[in-house]
């Protein structure tokens, strides 16, 4: 399959907000296909190291390749970042002077139709991060209860017709299972067709749902945050690109909550957000909200 670039959202923010120049042990918590970190490496000290974790595996397999240039000076682990204490651990760094997370999904992702991330092309409703997961977006649509599904269209989706789409698709699968990206935007189209226009596509908010909870994201993201400050060096710093408010409120009330401590101090109370030259080549970016601590 044809690799599509992924544009590292927000990237020279990133390297300023984040004085990487200066920084000696970089942790890129979502490396991905190495978007963000082949950009760091551009600017890193030589004797800088990076650690990048990610879940994909078939991500890591292209960050490892286009990394492999800087070799050795980074190491790959595929890993739930809510355990990069574990990964720390493993390699004996206590403390690391750099934290990123890119919480949004890949161009790389959402361009395999195999991966069901995308509503824009029709492929399994798989939806894991990590392909060996147990559970897939299909197995959530075709065994919960109508209840259960509302509010996971309501709760993680923040989808104000959750009520209506949970019992159209109990009465679609009462025919025949719902395997298919199409079926199930098909399925959203029709519950909420008489909305018109909008700004973006009915089905978004009903698979961000699905994704959130079939990879945990939401759980994951709070753990890891609260482990990174704890293993982030006196003058580290945390960098966090979030795409939706869940995420947002997360990393907002968790960086409150540390700096209320004296653990951090918050460098950009309001959040940075893409400027409009990179929304002209990157307009996926258009959500996505930057927020910068320092550990004290």
Known sequence: MMIREHYPVMYKEVIEWLSLRNMKII?????????HSSKFFEVLDKDAFLIGIDKDGE???IAEDRLSCYFPRYKLFKEDFKNLDLVLDQLGIEKADIFFFDLGISSYQLSDSQRGF?????????MRMDRTAFLCASDLLNY????ELNKIFKKFGEERFAKRIAQRVVEKRKYAPITTTYQLTSIVSESVSYLGSNRIHPATKVFQALRIVVNRELDSLEIGLKKAITRLSKG????VISFHSLEDRIVKHTLREFSLRGEVKILNNKPLTPSEEELTVNNSSRSAKLRIAEKL
């Not at 942790?27 to 978007?35: K, P, Y």
């Not at 995308?118 to 798989?126: I, M, R, W």
């Not at 919960?144 to 209840?147: G, H, P, R």
């Open 118 to 126: 995308s509503f824009s092309k029709d492929g399994p409703l798989d």
């Open 59 to 61: 991500s890591l397999r």
């Open 144 to 147: 919960l209860s109508e209840y």
């Open 27 to 35: 942790v890129d918590c979502t490396v991905g296909v190495a978007s």
């Open 236 to 239: 580290g710093r945390l960098g």
